[in-house]
């Protein structure tokens, strides 16, 4: 005779809707209720690094029918960008809201902060670290010798912050301290004007640095006239 094994079905269908009557009823642990976490408010934000965030952030958390649940357990963590949070753990309030203060990292760019309730509701909050204020200037090619009145030559400026962010994006200011000899553009064209020597000068938030500019024309032909020349006699010129 083979055996035949049985399954406690009934007890099973009993326990599976003993737990919806408690989640609807919200007598279940308020953890277990919570089906969905999501962002409400904070989501998206941009600060410079190392800074906090002006807004908090809030995530709101909500049963099956998309209920608000009161005093679950948020858990909070940094996810990319080295930041730092007001608190690991948060717990909702009566409006299934829970919300922390975020500071960012000091590495410019996206930055992420991942928010959970139990193993399977997540969410994740994005803000965009800035460089800030530059706290270094430099100009990348440094001097420049001009080789005709006329020429053209284009200078970059490098700045970093002070956790040596590179600036990309940002327009800086350019002044040339003697323009009788060359001028600069305000995108950092240098032309010659003539011969001699100055200093061009770039300013970025306050930091400034300087290059020399050297014009100096270089002979490249000579021509006499007339092209050629018949002497008859001694003495003639």
């Known amino acids: 005779l083979s055996r035949i094994a049985l399954r406690p079905v009934g007890t099973t269908i009993v326990l599976v809707l003993a737990a919806l009557v408690l989640e609807e009823d919200g007598t279940a642990p308020p953890d277990a209720r919570v089906s969905a976490v999501a962002p409400v408010a904070g989501d998206g934000q941009q600060a410079a690094v190392g800074s906090a965030l002006p807004q908090e952030l809030v995530a709101r958390a909500t ?3 998309g209920r608000p649940v009161r005093g679950a357990t948020v858990a909070w963590m940094v996810m ?3 930041g730092s949070l007001a608190g690991a753990c948060t717990r909702t309030d009566e409006d299934g ?3 922390v203060a975020w500071t960012l990292g000091t590495v410019a760019g996206e930055q992420t902060v991942s928010v959970m309730i139990g193993d399977e509701a997540r969410a994740t909050f994005t803000a965009e670290a800035l460089p800030g204020p530059a706290q270094s200037l430099e100009i990348a090619s440094g001097g420049l010798t001009l080789d005709a009145i006329g020429a053209t030559q284009a200078l970059q400026t490098v700045g970093a912050n002070a956790y040596g962010n590179e600036i990309t994006g940002r327009a800086a200011t350019w ?3 003697n323009e009788g000899v060359a001028e600069v553009s305000a995108a ?4 010659a004007v003539a011969n001699g020597t100055t200093r061009v000068r770039t300013t970025m938030d306050g930091v400034t640095a300087e290059a020399d500019v050297t ?3 270089v002979l490249a032909d000579v021509e006499v006239e007339p092209a050629a020349a018949v002497l008859t006699a001694l003495g003639d010129t």
Not at 188 to 191: D, K, L, P
């Open 63 to 65: 049963d099956r029918r």
């Open 188 to 191: 950092g064209v240098v032309t």
């Open 97 to 99: 809201e829970a919300r």
């Open 80 to 82: 990319s960008g080295g």
């Open 175 to 177: 002044t040339s301290l």
């Open 215 to 217: 014009v100096e024309q």
